[in-house]
Antibody
Framework: EVQLVESGGGLVQPGGSLRLSCAASGFTFSSYWMHWVRQVPGKGLVWVSR????????FYADSVKGRFTISRDNARSTLYLQMNSLRAEDTAVYYC???????????WGQGTLVTVSS | QSALTQPASVSGSPGQSITISCTGT?????????VSWYQQHPGKAPKLMIYDVSNRPSGVSNRFSGSKSGNTASLTISGLQAEDEADYYCNSHTSSSTVIFGGGTKLTVL
């Protein structure tokens, strides 16, 4: 069974940093593109970033480019999102996703809440 | 990049059909076959309902169908049921190799 478990969310002050992790199991992690998607409670889904299977290619939404870094450790089957220079508007639930697009199945974690506030 | 354009809300009675549109540009929806639709119930993770414009994942009811014309993709739900009441989101691959979502549509079953 595919499982994605996010961790690392919490309360952080504006300008601060946080690293999210997503532990994957039940599939060959190193074979899949992985994504981060965020959602302000009560609002819509917003794509954040994606990374290719070997970690050599990454893409970001304009709103986080230069502040967030996606990475992965295939040996540990873990996806990361390093978030720096956090702003209030980064407050959201962050989901780790396998197969967000161009696939006949999609797997989402339960999400981890990031709150940026002083 | 702005979100794909979806109606904020749609509604229909049980048994009826509804269609949700998702409008983008030639750099996203119009340029690729990689449009997906997700259903999200409150407090739950999104569920894939349609992929690659018009394909249904295994286990998804055939009451759900997708199509595309130009820069606009559409999700049609026929034979509306109470359990279809949820938020629906489209997304698309883009020419920048990113992904873009629609703003979401709240479906109310009257």
């Amino acid at each position: 069974e595919v499982q994605l478990v996010e961790s690392g969310g919490g309360l952080v002050q504006p300008g601060g940093s946080l690293r999210l992790s997503c532990a994957a199991s039940g599939f060959t992690f190193s074979s899949y593109w992985m994504h981060w998607v965020r959602q302000v409670p009560g609002k819509g889904l917003v794509w954040v970033s994606r990374i290719n299977p070997d970690g050599s290619s990454t893409f970001y939404a304009d709103s986080v480019k230069g502040r967030f870094t996606i990475s992965r450790d295939n040996a540990r089957s873990t996806l990361y999102l390093q978030m720096n220079s956090l702003r209030a508007e980064d407050t959201a639930v962050y989901y780790c996703v396998r197969d967000l697009i161009a696939a006949d199945s999609s797997y989402w974690g339960q999400g981890t809440l990031v709150t940026v506030s002083s | 990049q702005s979100a794909l354009t979806q109606p904020a809300s749609v509604s229909g009675s049980p048994g009826q059909s509804i269609t949700i549109s998702c409008t983008g540009t030639s750099s996203d929806v119009g340029g690729y076959k990689y449009v997906s639709w997700y259903q999200q119930h409150p407090g739950k993770a999104p569920k894939l309902m349609i992929y690659d414009v018009s394909n249904r994942p295994s286990g998804v009811s055939n009451r759900f169908s997708g199509s595309k014309s130009g820069n606009t993709a559409s999700l049609t739900i026929s034979g509306l049921q109470a359990e279809d009441e949820a938020d629906y989101y489209c997304n698309s691959h883009t020419s920048s190799s990113t992904v873009i979502f629609g703003g979401g549509t709240k479906l109310t079953v009257l």
